[in-house]
């Protein structure tokens, strides 16, 4: 039973010592950054009424919520995802604004994740929203951040994919193709099944250019010239503006000298079905997974009572920590500690010393000491912590004893 207490439930882990000290530290430089592109903090509550992520609103299947009940009845859910949160924040605190609101958030999510399959279910994400905004100036300046981001973490090696939803949905309305055929496409689409794809395509009653166009997609990924391949494929006006989207959202991204970070996958559907726009996923090398997911949701606010373009992205810092680590970068950390240890009749000295270092900005680890141990093995103790030095105090003198060395 002992055992059994010390044990953590399926999907989720202990962070501690240098880990968690890492990740604070990597959090903290997106912040920074975050707050550079004018954001402000926001902070919503972990749990939240089930109706604010209902798959209405495109947000996760209820299979996959943690769900239980008030002493109302009331249905509320550990966040899945908190871009719906914030839209009802923004709904609900900004309802008279036009002009761009700019948010920035980190925390966790939870998402009840079938079992056995190694994923964890609750997950740090640090990000940010900007609302009443729907040009491709503000596509591009998401964009950019992104790409700040990761830079300000150490990574160098990393690349941002594009996709656009409306390239997708002026092929389905085109063809006049109905919802529940849609969503098998969708299906397909996003677990890249293309030969799954094409025998589904092939028994479907649909002209010959938009199957042509639905079996291309396994193709169009690349730089800006697959845009003139797309834009050959398709002649609906729905998916020809959102080709003329994408390179203005590339001729403002080249102005901030970011192009060679970008690329294109036009096959790229994410999961939330609340995406409208531009869509995106950064990769790098050290993990399978994206390390940032996000893109334009222009019809989220309206489900809250307030019609506004908005557009976001989640870094999700496990994933990038366990790229920085495979990477071999080295991630920032709190500056190094300092032990001060002393019998109890030097405890004013060494108060005071310990006092002194703190006011100077130093960690500083005050330890009255036991003789159930050595100085050796306070010495040894704090070798491993990675501590710089142990203060032995002995009465106004101090014998300071270099780690480092």
Same mark, same amino acid.
């Given at each position: 039973m002992k055992d059994t207490l010390l044990q953590t439930p399926e999907g989720v882990r202990d962070i501690y010592a240098a880990e968690c000290d890492e990740k604070k530290m990597l959090m903290e430089e997106i912040h920074k950054v975050l707050k550079l592109y004018g954001n402000q903090d926001i902070e919503t509550p972990h749990f939240e009424f089930f109706d604010i992520f209902n798959f209405d609103k495109g947000s996760a299947p209820?299979?996959?919520? #943690?769900?239980?009940?008030?002493?109302d009845n009331n249905t509320l859910v550990l966040r899945p995802d908190i871009t719906p949160s914030v839209a009802r924040c923004v709904a609900k605190y900004y309802a008279d604004?036009? %002009?761009?609101?700019?948010?920035?958030? +980190? =925390?966790?999510? $939870?998402?009840?994740?079938?079992?056995? +399959?190694? &994923?964890?279910?609750e997950i740090t994400q640090i990000g940010c929203e900007l609302f009443n905004d729907d040009s491709s100036a503000a596509d591009a300046e998401m964009l950019a951040c992104i790409i700040d981001c990761m830079k300000a973490v150490g990574l160098e090696d990393?690349?941002?994919?594009? =996709?656009?939803?409306?390239?997708? *949905?002026?092929?389905?309305?085109?063809?006049?193709?109905?919802?529940?055929?849609? #969503?098998?496409?969708?299906?397909?689409?996003?677990?890249?099944? $293309?030969? =799954?794809?094409?025998?589904?395509?092939?028994? %479907?009653?649909?002209?010959?250019k938009t199957?042509? @166009?639905? %079996?291309? %997609?396994?193709?169009?990924?690349?730089?800006?010239?697959?845009?003139? /391949? @797309?834009? *050959?494929?398709?002649?609906?006006?729905?998916?020809?503006?959102?080709?003329?989207?994408?390179?203005?959202?590339?001729?403002?991204?080249?102005? #901030?000298?970011?192009q060679d970070y970008i690329g294109y996958d036009l096959s790229m559907i994410n999961g939330y079905d609340y995406y409208t726009g531009i869509v995106y996923r950064g990769f790098t090398y050290g993990t399978g997974n994206p390390v940032v997911k996000g893109g334009r949701y222009n019809n989220l606010l309206s489900q809250f009572g307030k019609g506004a373009p908005s557009i976001g992205f989640a870094i999700y810092v496990d994933e990038l920590m366990n790229a920085l680590r495979r990477q071999k970068i080295d991630m /920032? &950390?709190?500056? @190094?500690g300092i032990a001060v240890i002393y019998d109890i009749e030097d405890q004013e000295h060494a108060v005071k010393l310990a006092a002194s270092l703190r006011s100077e900005g130093r960690n500083t680890d005050l330890i009255r000491r036991s003789?159930?141990?050595t100085l050796d093995e306070y010495e040894q103790y704090f070798r491993s912590k =990675? #501590?710089?030095?142990?203060?032995?105090v002995n009465g106004d003198k101090n014998n300071i004893i270099n780690l480092d060395a």
């Open positions: 209820s299979t996959d919520m #943690y769900k239980f009940f008030d002493r604004d036009n %002009l761009p609101i700019r948010l920035c958030y +980190q =925390g966790q999510t $939870f998402t009840n994740a079938p079992k056995h +399959q190694g &994923k964890l279910s990393f690349r941002i994919e594009l =996709g656009v939803v409306d390239f997708f *949905k002026g092929i389905m309305e085109s063809a006049g193709i109905d919802s529940d055929v849609e #969503y098998k496409l969708r299906q397909y689409i996003r677990i890249k099944n $293309f030969f =799954g794809l094409s025998e589904y395509v092939s028994g %479907l009653n649909i002209p010959d199957r042509m @166009a639905i %079996l291309s %997609l396994d193709t169009l990924f690349g730089g800006p010239e697959m845009l003139d /391949k @797309a834009e *050959k494929l398709v002649d609906n006006p729905r998916s020809l503006d959102a080709i003329d989207r994408m390179r203005k959202v590339y001729t403002a991204i080249s102005y #901030y000298g970011y /920032k &950390k709190s500056p @190094a003789k159930k141990h =990675g #501590y710089t030095a142990v203060y032995e």
